[in-house]
């Protein structure tokens, strides 16, 4: 579980996101800063597939899979990007684009 704990550890470094305690191979994330259905959409673009669920007892949650080293990487790479430097990293044509209208349970293009 080295890959978990270093993604964990990671995760929590960046300002404004809660990570909860996990053993499993995913973890589960709260974004304070930004609507995680805008990260989810950002990652998206990006070709980074994560979980984002639109209900009301996981509001702003996100949830990570532990991936190959490299797909962790890429993940922490661009997640970092989108909330310590929104302004320059959100998507900017999600609105009526396919996205809008795509189920967050569209299947992943990566598995993180």
Known sequence: ?????????????IPLLQVFPSAANFILTRSWKIPAREIYLSLYEKGVA?????TPELKDCLRITIGTPGENTLLLEKLKQIIILPEKILPSATRGSAFEKASP???RKTFV
């Open 1 to 13: 579980m080295v890959t978990n704990e270093r993604v964990t550890k990671e995760l929590k470094s």
């Open 50 to 54: 994560i979980r984002y669920f639109d």
């Open 105 to 107: 349970w569209t299947p």
